[in-house]
């Protein structure tokens, strides 16, 4: 039987990368999560007490890059959004299981887990539209109010249509009040006006962002929320119950 005996410092430094590496388990469900481009990236699990996760991400192609918030981290998650500028290109992001914020090892790898593929202005999220109604004889017309996004340039916060352009349509599905048939159209505009409903009618509207040029998948928003306008001629026994109207007391009873 051969004994084969290391150096003590060389035996020193294969237990601590022995011991280093199995103590930090890799990062796994590394997901990309984005709505209105406030892009986060999640993991799992919650590190045990001996070890944290440092997050590198880059551009396809580009060298890779550090957020200063998510170095030997016990979060698991990282707010990426500022720092992927470029809207129109892809990205893939890891993360590296690594020791505690001021402990020394002698590890140089540490474990890591690479995420899938995104891109920006073809995966974020889109998030739902605020609109205003207004009614008179010949027409409805929506309001709607661009989602803000998580981004700024020049000190302004930045809509979706900022980034969008003439890409951003918006898609209306309304429907006449307790109906369950529904219509739909398109609108470049943010003024939106429906024309073809019946006089005094009242209906209902629902809006979200559309994007044509994305994967189909992609090209919807998430739907508003709903609202409809008043029937102008909605009668005394639609606003009240005939139990409420036979039991309200005639002008000449008596007190």
């Not at 022995?18 to 590394?30: D, K, L, M």
């Not at 739902?128 to 008179?136: G, V």
């Not at 019946?198 to 998430?222: H, W």
Request: charged share 25%; hydrophobic share 30%; aromatic share 10%.
């Amino acid at each position: 039987m051969v004994t084969i005996r290391l150096p003590a410092a060389l035996f020193v430094i294969f237990l601590l990368t022995h011991s280093a590496s199995g103590s930090y388990p890799r990062a796994q469900n590394v997901t990309w999560r984005s709505t209105n481009f406030k892009t986060i990236l999640t993991w799992e699990p919650k590190p045990s007490a001996n070890y944290s996760y440092t997050v590198e991400f880059s551009a396809i192609g580009r060298d890779k890059e550090r957020n200063p918030h998510c170095i030997r981290s016990t979060a698991t998650m990282c707010d990426l959004s500022v720092f992927l500028t470029d809207l129109s290109v892809c990205y893939t992001a890891d993360v590296l299981s690594t020791p505690l914020l001021g402990e020394l090892t002698e590890l140089t790898e540490f474990p890591n887990t690479a995420s899938s593929r995104f891109c920006p202005s073809k995966d974020t999220e889109i998030g739902r539209p605020d609109f205003k109604l207004t009614k008179d004889k010949k027409k409805t017309t929506l309001y709607v109010s661009d989602p803000i996004t998580a981004l700024f340039k020049d000190g302004h916060q930045q809509t979706i249509r900022d980034i969008f352009s003439d890409q951003l349509q918006y898609k209306v599905t309304y429907r006449r009040n307790k109906s369950t048939g529904k219509k739909v159209l398109y609108s470049k505009s943010n003024v939106i006006e429906v024309k073809d409903l019946d006089q005094g009618e009242s209906y209902c509207f629902n809006v979200q962002a559309y994007i044509p040029s994305r994967d189909t998948d992609k090209q919807l928003g998430e739907m508003s929320q709903t609202q409809c306008t008043k029937d102008d001629n909605q009668s005394i026994f639609e606003v009240y119950s005939i139990g409420v109207i036979a039991g309200r007391p005639s002008s000449s009873s008596c007190c």
